[in-house]
């Protein structure tokens, strides 16, 4: 719901602060693992333990400190370096204090030397930007042409990275932004430069009693804040994403007088105690990190262009990303165009298109453990909810179902005509399309037990990667589906299992698998668009070695599609079975879908190994494999237990990929892998170094 405010527009939106939630004492020390973690306050002072420290309201603060040396050390205002892409918040903040000269930050060592007053520049300021991990060749390549005070702005940065060599190095941190306090920061210098008076006229002095109280209520007015934040899905007002880089985002008004106190004495109780342990801060940082860019992927953006870091995640903006972003602002997630860049970059064209070129390439969110699944959960509820598809599910015949062919995506044959026929008397078949275009298919087996009717959709697809679908849209398809499906069939219960990732889930459908121990199914697969060094290459050691020592064993291998000696392996693998007391696959039903496949449905190989150094070949082992689309699965595989020759497995095996290779087909289904019933064969599997992929969760609906 958008809100006109002072003329500015505002959307709700899940609460993401600039800091995390408070959390209580008991439930923090409940929740430390590490038996060396320590407050954030202990671990900076013992980093810099042979430097000073300073612990001030903020990094600006700190910053209008260093300032005021250098001002009182030239007797005048000092000029200041300071990157044209930088927050014009801060520069506000300290304009009065200092003369500033920016710096073009695409190329910020040229930009320095080919600068008019480069030796009149009085110190430097390097931007730790959003939390990076490192900038150290730029700091090192800058000592090199320029011996003045350099200040490293680390206020994206939640613990320490780095340490000061020299009088001339400061570094300013934020720790508010990180930690759950109203106000803090820290300035670090030499043990060797003395600031006493500097910082007692503006950090220390507490004379206001006024004041003093008036910090106190501020700080216990955020903690409480910050409670109701953490124990309830808290929705923000946030403002919508700014076009224009030099407008003010915000009504925050900024003074450059230096404040005449140092951090409140209930923020630095909060930072000295087990509220504020650095480890348990930094791994939930990282977790909301983590379920942030799972969202964003979720929504369409690639993982390639997420930049996860420190204090949140970089996005590289592209074109197609910004529909997108603006949905996901929409419907509350807080993202940022930063920094707001201030107005005098204009005058130098050069600089103005270099920094206007690198705002409009990146986007900010700020993601610390005010981040949970349930507020991204809120977020997905709202796009879904918001989006109406034109989605049509329509009825078809075989014949059309069998000309429908999946183009460049995987699939499974248990989707495939005569498997759906062979396993059930009974099946409809079915097309999706979205808008005007088809975009899948999927087959339903009907099944009548103890007077119940069952509806069975096993192992279905979409076809994303073709049509370029998003994830949110495959949860909209598969919503659709079910809303569909409840109306189409009588009261029975829908039984779908999805290949694909779906939100059919539930705590309920949940509590049941767990309860019937129903297990996710998972399989590997092949990319056989790879070259054949490639999949070599990813091959474990053991399993690559077992391979050529099995190629040089001068077997001859023979494959076939005649269905009287397909029907021989099948009669060897039931024999197997019965000696090794395994389950394996359903004879009955294997024979029956073979016997009723068609070469323009499935296609059935088999290759047999044959041991041909004596007079008579004698057969060592057999596999077999279907291909059905772009897509080679691994169905069976029998050796001769008497003449059993090592390596047997691993050459027919090679063999049946590189025939699906030339046959055009686009993935190797290795057939399922069950490392708990099945240990020995799955690790056979595995060897492959296959890509593991898991099914959706079994979903279960009554129609």
Wanted: glycine share 4%; with cysteine; charged share 25%.
């Amino acid at each position: 719901m958008l809100i006109n405010r002072n003329k500015k527009k505002y959307i709700k939106g899940i609460g993401i602060s600039s800091a995390p939630p408070f959390r209580i004492l008991g439930s923090s020390l409940n929740t430390i693992n590490s038996k060396n973690d320590c407050s954030i306050y202990k671990y900076i002072d013992t980093f810099y333990k042979d430097q000073n420290i300073v612990w001030t309201i903020s990094a600006t603060a700190s910053l209008k400190i260093i300032i005021n040396l250098i001002s009182k050390r030239k007797k005048d205002l000092p000029t200041l370096g300071i990157p044209a892409y930088y927050c014009n918040e801060v520069i506000d903040s300290i304009k009065e204090l200092c003369h500033i000269k920016f710096y073009d930050i695409s190329d910020p060592i040229s930009s320095i030397i080919n600068s008019s007053n480069k030796n009149q520049i009085d110190a430097i300021l390097i931007c730790n930007y959003f939390g990076e991990s490192d900038n150290d060749t730029f700091k090192n390549n800058l000592k090199e042409i320029y011996k003045g005070i350099i200040i490293y702005d680390n206020a994206h940065l939640s613990i320490p990275n780095s340490n000061i060599k020299s009088e001339n190095e400061f570094i300013i941190m934020s720790l508010y932004k990180h930690f759950p306090i109203r106000e803090g920061g820290c300035l670090i210098y030499s043990k060797n430069l003395v600031l006493g008076h500097e910082i007692n006229s503006y950090v220390y002095f507490l004379k206001n009693i006024y004041f003093t109280f008036k910090t106190l209520f501020q700080d216990i007015f955020f903690i409480l804040k910050k409670i109701i934040i953490n124990n309830s899905p808290y929705l923000s007002r946030i403002e919508r994403l700014i076009q224009d880089p030099f407008k003010n985002s915000t009504n925050k008004k900024v003074t450059s007088k230096l404040r005449n106190h140092k951090i409140s004495m209930l923020s630095e109780l909060i930072i000295k105690s087990p509220i504020c342990f650095y480890s348990k801060t930094y791994k939930e940082n990282k977790k909301a990190r983590k379920i942030v860019s799972n969202l964003l992927i979720w929504a369409g953006i690639s993982n390639n262009d997420l930049i996860l870091k420190e204090y949140g995640i970089e996005i590289n903006l592209k074109e197609e990303y910004i529909h997108i972003l603006e949905k996901l602002n929409q419907f509350g997630l807080p993202l940022l165009r930063w920094p707001q860049l201030n107005n005098k970059i204009k005058i130098n064209k050069n600089l103005l298109i270099n920094t206007l070129s690198l705002w409009n390439q990146k986007m900010y969110i700020i993601c610390n453990s005010s981040i949970d699944e349930d507020k991204c959960g809120i977020i997905k509820k709202r796009i879904i909810n918001n989006i109406n598809y034109e989605i049509n599910f329509i009825r078809i015949n075989e014949y059309e179902y069998r000309s429908l062919k999946y183009q460049i995506d995987y699939s499974s044959y248990l989707q495939s005509e005569s498997y759906l026929k062979s396993y059930s008397e009974k099946c409809y078949f079915y097309k999706i399309k979205l808008g005007g275009k088809i975009i899948g298919k999927f087959g339903i087996c009907y099944k009548k037990k103890y007077n119940f009717n069952f509806y069975i959709i096993n192992r279905m697809k979409i076809e994303k990667d073709y049509h370029s679908l998003k994830d949110y849209e495959i949860e909209i398809i598969y919503s659709k589906l079910i809303i569909f499906l409840k109306h189409e069939f009588k009261k029975g219960l829908l039984i779908l299992l999805t290949i694909e990732k779906n939100s059919l889930d539930n705590k309920l459908k949940h509590y049941l698998r767990k309860l019937f121990k129903i297990r996710g199914y998972q399989t590997g697969i092949i990319n056989l668009k790879n070259h054949e060094d490639v999949i070599k290459t990813k091959m474990k050691g053991r399993w690559r070695n077992a391979l050529k020592k099995g190629l040089k064993l001068d077997l001859n291998i023979k494959s076939f599609k005649n269905k009287e000696d397909i029907f021989k392996i099948f009669d060897l693998y039931e024999e197997d079975k019965k000696k090794k007391n395994y389950d394996g696959i359903n004879s009955s039903l294997l024979r029956k879908w073979f016997f009723n496949s068609s070469y323009d449905d499935v296609e059935f190989i088999a290759f047999q190994a044959y041991n041909q150094n004596s007079n008579s070949e004698i057969l060592l082992g057999s596999i077999i494999v279907c291909l059905y689309e772009n897509t080679a699965t691994y169905l069976l595989a029998v050796n001769d237990s008497e003449k059993r020759v090592k390596n047997i497995s691993n050459v027919l095996l090679w063999e049946s990929i590189i025939f699906a290779k030339k046959k055009g087909c686009l993935f190797f289904d290795l057939g399922g892998i069950d490392q708990i019933n099945n240990p020995g064969v799955s690790l056979f599997k595995l060897g492959l170094n296959p890509t593991l992929h898991e099914d959706a969760n079994l979903s279960i609906t009554i129609t």
